[in-house]
């Protein structure tokens, strides 16, 4: 069964204080693993695509790697503005020419000042 | 920049009620998607439309939600009628084709059934 779990639901840091989101997932045939930001009220906003084991894409304070099973999205020196919700989504062939796609339940960022 | 439009951004309703939600993907996108998102989860794929098509909707609760999109650019999706567990937000997503990497969220609309 296809499924992404991110973990921790909940992280708390200090600014400056540097951690790791995780996403783990299970799907055959994996075209993509995507993170998103998401502000409270808001639609996601797109970060990185990855697609390979290995690959690494950063965009100032952010980091994400992807392995076999999982990604981490690494966070260095974070600051308060970095607070939101981080989405872990994957894409894998659905059949008959189109994609599947499914999202993590998020993790909940909230850095203090 | 080009954006996602939807509308409107909050709909209060009572069950047994009929709900419509309206969306207009950027320009030239393609690929249309709706997702149901309850609150606390991730995005749950409705529908999606390539042009006018619809290539998947697995997710979509047909005997009370249905979606068009008739000319290929903008979407509604309705829900008649509407029950107390319909209560989320609703995004609108579009991409330039199927494939692509980078779906465009709209800011959705909250829905609340009372």
């Known amino acids: 069964e296809d499924q992404v779990t991110q973990s921790p639901e909940a992280l708390r840091l200090q600014e400056g204080e540097s951690s790791s989101l995780n996403c783990s997932y299970t799907?055959?045939?994996?075209?993509?693993l995507f993170w998103y930001r998401q502000d409270p009220g808001k639609g996601p906003e797109f970060l990185f695509t990855?697609?390979?084991a290995g690959e690494e894409k950063e965009k100032e304070r952010l980091k994400a790697t992807l392995t076999k099973k999982e990604s981490f999205l690494h966070i260095t020196a974070p600051k308060p503005e970095d607070s939101a919700t981080y989405l872990c989504?994957?894409?894998?062939?659905?059949?008959?020419?189109?994609?599947?796609?499914?999202f993590g339940s998020g993790t909940k960022l909230n850095v203090k000042p | 920049e080009a954006e996602v439009a939807q509308s409107p951004r909050y709909k209060i309703t009572e069950k047994s009620q009929a709900v419509a939600f309206w969306c207009d993907p950027i320009?030239?996108?393609?690929?249309l998607y709706w997702y149901r998102q309850i609150l606390g989860q991730g995005p749950e794929l409705l529908v999606q439309?390539?042009?006018?098509?619809?290539?998947?909707d697995s997710q979509l609760p047909k005997d009370r939600f249905s979606a068009e999109r008739l000319k290929g650019v903008d979407s509604t999706l309705k829900i008649q009628p509407a029950e107390l567990g319909d209560s989320a937000m609703y995004l609108c997503?579009?991409?330039?084709?199927?494939?692509?990497?980078?779906?465009?969220f709209g800011p959705g609309t909250r829905l609340t059934v009372l």
């Open positions: 997503a579009s991409s330039l084709e199927e494939g692509t990497d980078t779906q465009y």
């Open positions: 439309f390539q042009d006018e098509s619809v290539v998947d």
């Open positions: 320009s030239g996108h393609a690929t």
């Open positions: 799907v055959s045939g994996l075209r993509g």
């Open positions: 989504a994957v894409r894998r062939w659905g059949g008959y020419n189109f994609n599947k796609f499914y």
């Open positions: 990855l697609y390979s």
